[in-house]
């Protein structure tokens, strides 16, 4: 057995071992909820024609997350100022994300919308 500082030479150590461990720590910072458990992200392009509002679908990778995630929503790029970002409907599938002009008038353009989804436990997504 060589070692250097007391660290084992790579070719005594087991590999098997290593990964073992590897899982059991990484399951015990998952169960803690220090690491989420599922996260996802994404972008939409929502477009405004002569309307206040309007949203489109985003459907989550599939069994990502076996409960609603949290999710949260910024506008990337567009031209609509006052417009506001929301997300609604929210499943373990998928949800809506909507775009709302914050004084309701009608207008017309089109915003990039940022989201993420994050389930930070395995039943539940606070934590």
Same mark, same amino acid.
């Given at each position: 057995?060589?070692?250097?500082?007391?660290?084992?030479?790579?070719?005594?150590?087991?590999?098997?071992?290593?990964?073992?461990?590897?899982?059991?720590?990484?399951?015990?910072?998952?169960?803690?909820?220090?690491?989420?458990?599922?996260?996802?992200?994404?972008?939409?392009? !929502?477009? #405004?024609?002569?309307?206040? @509002?309007? &949203?489109? /679908?985003?459907?989550?990778?599939? =069994?990502?997350?076996?409960?609603?995630?949290?999710?949260?929503?910024?506008?990337?790029?567009?031209?609509?100022?006052?417009?506001s970002?929301?997300?609604?409907?929210v499943?373990?599938?998928?949800?809506? !994300?909507? #775009?709302?002009?914050?004084? @309701?008038? &009608?207008? /017309?353009?089109?915003?990039?919308? =940022?989201?993420?989804?994050?389930?930070?436990?395995?039943?539940?997504?606070?934590?």
């Amino acid at each position: 057995m060589d070692s250097i500082n007391g660290i084992p030479a790579l070719d005594d150590l087991d590999p098997a071992a290593l990964v073992g461990q590897y899982s059991r720590d990484l399951r015990t910072e998952l169960n803690d909820g220090r690491l989420p458990f599922a996260i996802a992200s994404g972008t939409v392009t !929502i477009t #405004l024609a002569s309307q206040a @509002g309007n &949203s489109q /679908s985003v459907t989550f990778p599939a =069994g990502r997350f076996s409960t609603p995630p949290i999710v949260m929503a910024t506008k990337q790029a567009g031209t609509l100022a006052k417009a506001s970002v929301y997300a609604v409907g929210v499943t373990a599938s998928g949800c809506s !994300i909507g #775009l709302y002009q914050g004084d @309701g008038t &009608s207008t /017309s353009g089109s915003v990039q919308v =940022g989201w993420i989804a994050i389930q930070m436990l395995p039943a539940a997504a606070e934590g």
